[in-house]
């Protein structure tokens, strides 16, 4: 039988929040409390994994160099600190992540990550985040926060990021500019979404909607929405993601177009592969240096019971310009 949290807690006649704060060495419990639960712990063969100094990091795609990056810069910065960084890849919303909480919180985690997990979903199922709730284990969110809890969020401004990639083709003389984004529901590709078509209305084009073609955020994504652009007739396209972008690039290719004679293309994440694909990928760059860093100290101090502000707070990308972007052929 597995020992966790819910079987000490009975064994000691305590709730399971009072088990949580004696296994993560939190203030607010009573010495004599403390005595009865460490005891009930012992009596069951409880063994405490690093008590305290693990921080897990839930999130869908470690295949994605940005969150692998940004995965590696966040442990960075808690390991001179004595935290241990476990990465959990799981689909957002769905079993496996609940059970990553379940089985970490029953083992004395200090705190979680949610790197563009279920914190990006609408209507995501709350059970995950009611766990760490009741057993008091703090949490941050990245690109994307959680209703009904106030925990700290760290995003990349996505109208901006919009915004941006728009002007930069609006002034090489692109009109019939395309976005293709991610699916419905998530929240990063709705807000994409949303300031691209803000962008584009800015610069008096009508039905900016129209232009959205929504996929998965994968290169094979990337390139089924390539033929829908084509056959619409747009001369540049901006991606929600740097993996889409090269998908669509090789779309187009296989229309028999070129990049960017025939097409501009602008991506959004700013790896560094992006640097090194032919021809290099404009696109749009997440600051994740400090996106990790952010989350990396706020993390440090909840984990020291210290106050942190609220809400989200969004950082500034930047547009890194490179050859998959031109004026349009013939000034079409």
């Known amino acids: 039988m597995r020992i966790g949290i819910t079987e000490i807690a009975a064994h000691a006649g305590v709730s399971e929040a009072t088990v ?5 060495r939190r203030k607010g419990v009573a010495k004599a409390t403390r005595d009865v639960v460490e005891r009930a712990m012992d009596e069951l063969g409880y063994e405490r994994t690093a008590p305290g100094q693990l921080v897990a990091v839930i999130t869908e795609r470690v295949s994605n160099p940005f969150f692998a990056d940004l995965a590696e810069r966040i442990e960075a910065t808690l390991a001179p600190h004595g935290l ?14 609940r059970e990553f909480i379940a089985e970490l ?20 199922d709350p059970e995950t985040f009611e766990i760490l709730r009741t057993r008091r284990i703090p949490f941050v969110a990245v690109n994307g926060g959680v209703p009904g809890h106030d925990a700290p969020v760290f995003s990349t401004d996505d109208d901006l990021a ?3 990639a728009v002007d930069h083709l609006f002034r090489l003389g692109h009109r019939r500019i395309a976005m293709v984004s991610g699916p419905k529901g998530n929240g990063p590709a709705d807000r994409r979404v949303r300031g691209f078509v803000t962008a584009m209305e800015k610069r008096g084009i009508p039905d900016a909607g129209d232009w959205v073609i929504r996929q998965a955020y994968t290169v094979e994504g990337g390139q089924a929405a390539s033929a829908q652009l084509i056959n619409a007739g747009a001369t540049s396209v901006v991606a929600a993601s740097d993996f889409m972008a090269l998908g669509i690039i090789r779309g187009a290719r296989r229309h028999g177009l070129t990049v960017p004679d025939d097409l501009s293309v602008v991506g959004y994440d700013g790896t560094m592969i992006t640097e090194f694909v032919d021809p ?7 600051p994740s240096d400090r996106l990790a860093g952010q989350v990396g100290h706020t993390v440090l101090a909840l984990m020291s019971n210290r106050e942190v502000p609220t809400g989200e707070l969004l950082f500034d990308p930047e547009l890194i310009i490179r050859a998959t972007t031109a004026p349009p052929r013939d000034g079409a």
């Not at 985690?109 to 209507?123: E, K, M, P, R, Y």
């Open 84 to 97: 241990k960084m476990i990465l959990c890849p799981a689909f957002p919303g769905g079993v496996q992540e």
């Open 20 to 24: 949580s704060r004696v296994i993560n």
């Open 162 to 164: 919009a915004e941006i």
């Open 280 to 286: 290099p990928l404009t696109t749009v760059r997440q």
């Open 105 to 124: 919180a029953d083992r004395g985690i200090g705190a979680v990550v949610f790197l563009s997990a279920s914190n990006t979903l609408d209507n995501a």
